[in-house]
């Protein structure tokens, strides 16, 4: 028996199941687990496993680059290949050509993962959402211009906002290349100068709205520099677009409204400031007239004759408080003169004499005591009433 090599081995094993018509072209369903693609070659490698085995499975990337979604660990698949050798290692491996998600469509998993990469980007978030002009001058409409959502955007503008031009750009809304013209629509309706862009269709089955699912179409919305309204026509179902946009809106006529005010209103209000603004006038008026009056009576104050007519005023006031005070003041040095002449006459030696005592007087000096008297000597006496001369004849 010839001896031969590991290779030689694993090589003919390999041409064995190439040649097998049973494992090649089959499709085989399982759970993915381990998934990994590998960031340089674009290869993806995992593994395709049941309740009771497993099989190694790589999809190169040339296929890899024609899916539409990205697997994940723990997804259910339906995959397309053949069974072959890898010749290093000698196991056999599963050769991926696609990936089907079972249960669930490939363009409902696409979508779900576009959205989730999306949000994980920021395009969803609230900050991100720019406020619309109160009373925009040229409103976008990007939409099929043979369709009713254009006609309805009309309607509702030139009923509700006549101040306002309606830039209507042509795009397709469904099948192939609707994505692209309707990102070349959004561009051009910027490039225009317009202060909103609405962008949308009628209803539709999820087949019909799918270019609004569109990962270019939301990065246009995304990247667009002036607010742009979703208006794809459905109440239910939010496309990446409604998500993306500054404002979504269920109905074209629903956008429109959303897009400019109504101009009944703008009346009403304009209205209303009017009256606000002439009672605050009349409000101005009347206290700017009671500054005036006041101003006015200080003014007049200060004419010379009014100032010569306070001075006399005042000079008159003077006069009469000081002929007040001098009558005041004399009234009471006549009380003070009563006074003290009362004092002075009950100390008057003629009012002692008067109640009986007399006055003795040795010449012209007036005695108090008998010590410079002696006998033989002269004096008078003073009484209340006359006097009388005597001669000391003993004292004691």
């Not at 040649?19 to 399982?30: C, E, K, P, S, Y």
């Not at 723990?74 to 079972?102: A, F, H, K, W």
Request: a positive charge; aromatic letters at 6%.
């Amino acid at each position: 028996m010839p001896v031969i090599t590991v290779t030689q081995i694993n090589k003919y094993i390999g041409s064995i199941l190439k040649n097998d018509r049973n494992l090649q072209g089959i499709m085989v369903r399982g759970e993915i687990s381990n998934y990994l693609r590998h960031f340089r070659s674009g290869h993806v490698y995992f593994t395709l496993k049941d309740s009771e085995s497993a099989v190694k499975a790589v999809m190169f990337a040339s296929a890899a680059s024609r899916m539409k979604f990205e697997p994940e660990d723990g997804m259910s698949v339906v995959v397309s290949g053949s069974i072959g050798v890898y010749d290093r290692d000698g196991t056999y491996q599963l050769y991926v050509n696609d990936i089907i998600p079972e249960g669930a469509g490939k363009a409902n998993v696409a979508l779900e993962q576009l959205k989730k990469k999306l949000q994980k980007e920021g395009m969803f978030a609230e900050e991100h959402k720019r406020p619309l002009l109160s009373m925009p001058k040229k409103i976008g409409a990007v939409t099929s211009l043979s369709g009713a959502a254009v006609r309805d955007i009309i309607n509702v503008l030139s009923r509700r906002y006549p101040l306002g031009e309606v830039y209507a750009v042509n795009a397709q809304v469904q099948g192939d290349g609707a994505p692209e013209s309707i990102c070349a629509g959004i561009h051009r309706a910027e490039s225009a100068g317009c202060d909103v862009i609405i962008v949308g269709r009628g209803g539709g089955s999820r087949e019909d709205l799918s270019a609004f699912n569109a990962e270019k179409v939301a990065y246009a919305i995304y990247n667009c520099k002036v607010p742009v309204i979703s208006a794809v026509g459905h109440e239910t179902d939010f496309t990446i677009a409604d998500l993306t946009a500054d404002l979504r809106a269920p109905t074209p006529s629903a956008a429109a409204e959303l897009a400019a005010p109504d101009v009944a209103l703008l009346y009403e209000k304009i209205s209303l400031l009017e009256r606000r603004a002439e009672r605050s006038a009349l409000a101005v008026l009347d206290k700017s007239s009671d500054r005036f009056i006041a101003m006015n009576a200080r003014l007049t104050a200060q004419y010379p004759e009014s100032r010569m007519k306070l001075s006399a005023e005042r000079i008159s006031s003077l006069d009469k408080r000081r002929e007040a005070a001098f009558l005041r003041y004399t009234e009471k040095l006549e009380r003070q003169l009563e006074e003290k002449a009362a004092r002075l006459d009950s100390l008057s030696p003629l009012k002692v004499l008067s109640r009986g005592y007399s006055l003795v007087y040795k010449g012209e000096k007036l005695l108090n005591s008998s010590e410079s008297l002696k006998n033989g000597d002269k004096i008078k006496i003073g009484f209340g009433s006359g006097g009388a001369e005597a001669e000391i004849i003993d004292k004691w």
